[in-house]
């Protein structure tokens, strides 16, 4: 798998939104809505990683060599549960110490995160004939929204 330029700023770009606005925001959530959201992103990503137990798992965009399309467990509703998670997870950490820039760093994350989730879709229906019909009986992100 060759990973390009593109994923690689994406990738450490997403990176280092997620490591500024837990740093800034402690380690744990100052808020009890904060602490609820990031109990939510680890049970999330607790599924997908359940999901994941047979398939090889890449930071990367670029589908891995012998991967499989996933499309069960929370596979079977959310094609990116991992980003949903990061998102809930980042999101956290807004409440408290409140900071403009720290909201924008997070919107900074959603906005890196649809780019590389459109670059992902479009590699994965290059790799898989059957992604286009999963495309259409899932959601990206958050079901019933996108």
Known sequence: MRISPVS???VGTQMLCIA?????????PHSNAGRWLLLA?????AAAFIAFRRSRL??????????????????????????TAVLLGTAAYLP????????????LLLIILIIKIRLEERLLRNA???????????????????
């Open 8 to 10: 690689k700023w994406l």
């Open 41 to 45: 992103a680890l049970l999330l990503m």
């Open 96 to 107: 408290a110490p409140w900071a403009w820039w720290r909201w924008l760093l997070w919107v």
């Open 58 to 83: 890449s930071v990367f965009p670029e589908p891995v060599a012998g991967a499989q399309l996933l499309q069960q467990g929370i596979y079977a509703y959310i094609r990116h549960p991992l980003y």
């Open 128 to 146: 898989f004939a059957e992604y286009a019909s999963y495309q259409q009986r899932t959601w990206r992100l958050l079901p019933f929204i996108y």
């Open 20 to 28: 500024s606005l837990v740093w800034t925001g402690g380690l744990w």
